[in-house]
C-alpha cells in the first residue's frame, strides 16, 4: 500500500489560503496573500527540497495544479525542486477540467476517493500533496491520509481557508519529528495513529 502524505504551510490559526503570493488564491475577499514569504530562508528551501525528493507521485486538486503548472516549467535548469515537480507523475483532482497540458499529468475522473484509493492499492512510493485544499478536505473526510507534514509560521492571519476545515473527521496522530527553522516555522510531521482517545483529569479524577 502506498503512503499518502499531506504537506501544508499554515499559519499558527491554522489559515493555508495563498501563502505564496498576494493574487494566488482571493476567494472570500483575502487580502493577506503571501505571507509565508518573509519567513522562508535557504534552510527551509533545502527541507522542501529534501521533502519533493521522497516523492514518487504528486496528487493536487486544480488550483493548486494551475498555480504549479504555470511556475514550475519557468524553473531554471539545475533547481532542484523544479526538475523534480516537472518529472514526477501528477494527478490531478478536478471537476472542471477537461485535459491537464503540464507534463506526466494524469487528470483523475470519477469519484475522488475511489480513484485516491486505487492510486494508494498501486505501486510505487510516496504520493504527496501539496496546497489543494479543498481536495485535502477530501482527503481527510476519507480517512485516506497516511501523513501530515505541517510548516507552521509564526503568524496570525484571522480569516481564510482553513486546513482542518468544519466537518473534520476525528482521528488520532502522533508526532514522529520536528524541528524548528531559524525564523520560528515550526515543521513538524504527524502520522496517524488510530482514533482519538478520551479521559478525564482534574484534582477529582486523582489525574493531576
Not at 539545475?78 to 478536478?94: C, F, H, Q, T, W
Not at 485516506?144 to 496570525?156: A, R, T
Amino acid at each position: 500500500m502506498r503512503q499518502l502524505m499531506v504537506t501544508t504551510f499554515v499559519s499558527l490559526d491554522g489559515v493555508m489560503q495563498s501563502p505564496g503570493a498576494p493574487d494566488e488564491d482571493r476567494d472570500g475577499g483575502f487580502e493577506h496573500g503571501g505571507w509565508v514569504a518573509p519567513h522562508f530562508d535557504q534552510e527551509l528551501v533545502q527541507l522542501m527540497t529534501a521533502l519533493v525528493r521522497r516523492a514518487d507521485a504528486l496528487l493536487v486538486g486544480r488550483k493548486t495544479y494551475d498555480i504549479f503548472a504555470a511556475a514550475w516549467p519557468l524553473a531554471e535548469a539545475g533547481d532542484p525542486i523544479g526538475e523534480r515537480m516537472n518529472n514526477l507523475p501528477k494527478y490531478v483532482a478536478s471537476r472542471t477540467l477537461d485535459t491537464v497540458s503540464w507534463q506526466n499529468s494524469t487528470l483523475l475522473t470519477g469519484d475522488v476517493a475511489e480513484a485516491v484509493r486505487d492510486l494508494k492499492r498501486g505501486e510505487g512510493g510516496e504520493i504527496q500533496v501539496h496546497g489543494s485544499g479543498k481536495l485535502i478536505q477530501t482527503l481527510v473526510e476519507h480517512d485516506l491520509v497516511d501523513e501530515f507534514h505541517l510548516l507552521v509560521f509564526p503568524v496570525l492571519i484571522g480569516s481564510g481557508k482553513r486546513l482542518f476545515a468544519e466537518g473534520t473527521m476525528p482521528a488520532g496522530l502522533k508526532l514522529v519529528d520536528t524541528t524548528t527553522s531559524s525564523t520560528g516555522v515550526l515543521v513538524s510531521t504527524y502520522r496517524r495513529d488510530g482514533k482519538v482517545e478520551y479521559g478525564a483529569m482534574g484534582p477529582e479524577t486523582g489525574n493531576w
